[in-house]
């Protein structure tokens, strides 16, 4: 697998500002509601509006790296999995990442998965955070399916289900969480939520059970791409 390009060190500033940012305006929208102003997020960040405003579109354009980190990493979890004879077959390692990424290690994820339940809370009362949710959703839908293509081998529609089923899981779980009380540690956390999500809705994709050469986890063979 060739190496991935990494970021130059001006990218990585940039990147951890913004998250600083989001993670300064999701506390403020969990706490305050859809009533914060940019220039309020502006503030209590330490720059200035016009820097906002460089970074983000909107106030609600501010939460989405915070958003996308939690979504994304999942995927790139996935992505590191490797697609030999040897490799579970993707429903398991689906599965597994989808708990990883939704069980909190230590302090700075579990008040990540806070702010994100504060968020959710807020979304019914404001349109525009809803929107936001469900494009850094739509994007990793799109980022997963060619994770899934290479771990398969399946076909172009099969992937799509299979993508959309997945992320349907993910997004769902943590929705359902965030309108309860349950510790994200707990036995009603989103990982447990996510895990039985996955298995409801991709029951009937038995290609998430089969690897690229065809060969199944169910004892046939499988069907590969065209």
């Known amino acids: 697998m060739p190496t991935a390009h990494r970021p130059s060190l ?9 998250l600083e940012i989001a993670r300064t305006a999701a506390a403020l929208f969990a706490e305050r509601g859809p009533g914060v ?8 960040s330490g720059v200035a509006l016009r820097t ?15 958003l996308a980190v939690g979504v994304r990493q999942w995927i790139d ?18 599965e597994r990442a989808a708990r990883r990424a ?3 290690t230590d302090e700075r994820a579990a008040e990540a998965l806070r702010w994100t339940r504060g968020l959710l809370r807020a979304m019914p009362d404001d349109p525009a955070l809803r929107a936001v949710w ?27 289900l299979a993508a959309a089923a997945a992320n349907t899981a993910m997004r769902v779980a943590v929705e359902e969480w965030a309108a309860g ?35 199944g986890d169910f004892g046939g063979a499988g069907q590969g791409a065209p």
């Open 37 to 44: 102003t940019a220039d309020e997020i502006a503030r209590a």
């Open 10 to 18: 001006t990218q990585r500033r940039k990147a951890e500002t913004q």
């Open 181 to 215: 009380d349950a510790r994200a540690d707990g036995p009603h956390g989103p990982a447990e939520l996510v895990a039985r999500g996955m298995r409801a809705l991709t029951a009937g994709l038995p290609e998430l059970d089969q690897r690229p050469d065809g060969r």
């Open 77 to 94: 979890d996935l992505a590191a999995a490797t697609a030999g004879p040897d490799a579970p077959p993707a429903r398991a390692a689906l």
């Open 134 to 160: 469900h494009r850094v959703h739509h994007d990793s839908e799109e980022a997963l399916r060619p994770v899934l293509a290479r771990l398969t081998g399946a076909g172009r529609l099969q992937v799509r």
């Open 52 to 66: 906002f405003y460089r970074y983000f579109r909107t106030k609600e354009d501010a939460v989405a790296p915070l």
């Open 102 to 104: 939704l069980t909190p």
